[in-house]
């Protein structure tokens, strides 16, 4: 079946410190794998997505390469700032071609940046 | 501006109530999804409906209905079968084919 594992959290940085957020998969078929962020009482935005193998989705410095071979798509940021702290969720899509576009989300990691 | 909108953003009702969640979207759509997130847990998707009256049930569609009378509405009722109805309650909208969803703000419901 289809499945998300990610990191634990909470995880807490200061501000400019590297982020790394690991997501792993299970799929069937190739998916689309995405990450949203919620940040407090709002509901989920998406924050970037890759489509097929090797493909990089970026979106306001974090990037997520689709590693088909390690069944991974880390999130990464290079510096984070305060306004990042939020709850980041890792999601695949069903399998392409099917015509429920219903997504598997991952737990969420919550991220907490200090100034 | 396109977008999903659910009201209220707080909803407050007795145990043994049914409750409507409204979910309104303007993006031309045809897929909507109503999701259910509790403290620490991912998302549980609850009932989907890919175009106007057909839906079909998620992962946890006990205790609650849906309908789909026009493609920008898909209300969901909190029936007072559901045993822990007290959640954050998330609609979703994506076009067919592309798996990319879109989320309205949430509502919580609070049952005491």
């Known amino acids: 079946g289809n499945s998300v594992t990610q990191m634990e959290g909470p995880v807490t940085l200061s501000e400019e410190a590297f982020l790394t957020i690991n997501c792993t998969y299970t799929a069937t078929g190739y998916p689309s794998l995405f990450w949203y962020v919620q940040y407090p009482g709002e509901g989920l935005q998406l924050l970037l997505k890759?489509?097929?193998?090797?493909d990089k989705g970026s979106n306001k410095g974090f990037e997520a390469t689709y590693r088909k071979e390690t069944t991974s798509f880390h999130l990464e940021k290079g510096s984070v700032q305060v306004s990042d702290s939020a709850v980041y969720f890792c999601a695949l899509s069903g399998p392409r071609g099917s015509t429920l576009g219903r997504l598997y989300f991952g737990r969420g990691t919550q991220l907490t940046v200090w100034p | 501006d396109g977008g999903i909108t659910q009201s209220p953003k707080y909803l407050f009702r007795k145990e043994g109530q049914n409750v409507t969640l409204s979910c309104e979207q303007n993006?031309?759509?045809?897929?909507m999804y109503w999701y259910r997130q509790d403290p620490g847990q991912g998302l549980r998707l609850i009932y989907y409906?890919?175009?106007?009256?057909?839906?079909q049930k998620g992962d946890i569609a006990e205790g609650y209905s849906v309908s789909r009378e026009k493609k920008e509405s898909f209300p969901l009722t909190v029936t007072s079968a559901q045993k822990n109805p007290t959640a954050f309650y998330l609609c979703a909208s994506s076009t067919q084919g592309f798996y990319e969803q879109y989320f309205g703000p949430g509502t919580r419901l609070t049952v005491t």
């Open positions: 890759a489509t097929k193998a090797d």
């Open positions: 993006l031309n759509h045809d897929a």
């Open positions: 409906s890919q175009i106007v009256n057909d839906f």
